[in-house]
């Protein structure tokens, strides 16, 4: 599951792999054998990425750098008229 979550472009591989987990926790082996093969051949021929990864790797070191900061207004829900003239929402 890490793998499929760090080093796969592909959102299904999770959920593959977390199916999988499940497959072996109910089946047990050496029956759940094929299920790991088959999701190991999908992993292998999956485009790999970590572009996710290294992005939660920046947004650490932002977060340790700037700490935790405000929404910026144009973002933030404008319910009333005030906050619309105030600029949220936009």
């Known amino acids: 599951m890490n793998f499929a979550s760090e080093d796969i472009y592909d959102t299904h591989a999770i959920v ?3 199916s999988v987990y499940e497959i072996c926790e109910k089946m047990g082996m050496p029956e759940c054998e094929l299920p790991l093969l ?13 572009r996710v990864y290294m992005a939660q790797t920046l947004m650490h070191q932002d ?5 935790n900061l405000d929404v910026p207004i144009h973002l933030r829900n404008a319910p009333t008229t005030l906050m619309k003239e105030a600029g949220y929402g936009k």
């Open 16 to 18: 593959l792999t977390n």
């Open 38 to 50: 088959n999701c190991a051949y999908y992993l292998a021929l999956a485009p790999k990425d970590n």
């Open 63 to 67: 977060i340790k750098e700037y700490g």
